[in-house]
């Protein structure tokens, strides 16, 4: 996927406490992220939001969970550059 030009949200689905951390495009255009960090104390959501920072190459404060700050599935909102 391309950095996106104006403010996109995107749909992903993460997978904590995985071997390495990685993001690949899955079913029906959902990003698949995999993150070491285990999901307690919001670990697993702020290294979500940098590997989509870095993946976008974006800075990491244009990144936000606008839905499922909880859930695997998620609803990421990112700004343009």
Do not use: W
């Not at 403010?7 to 993150?35: F, H, M």
């Not at 404060?61 to 606008?66: R, S």
């Amino acid at each position: 996927m391309r950095s996106p030009i104006e403010p996109t949200v995107i749909r992903v689905r993460v997978t904590s406490n995985a071997k390495r951390d990685g993001i690949t495009e899955g079913k029906k255009g959902v990003l698949e992220i995999s993150v070491k960090e285990p999901p307690e104390a919001n670990r697993a959501n702020v290294k979500v939001c940098q590997l989509i920072a870095e993946h976008f190459s974006v800075p990491r404060k244009n990144v936000m969970i606008t839905k499922g700050s909880e859930s695997r599935s998620k609803m990421i909102l990112v700004y343009k550059r």
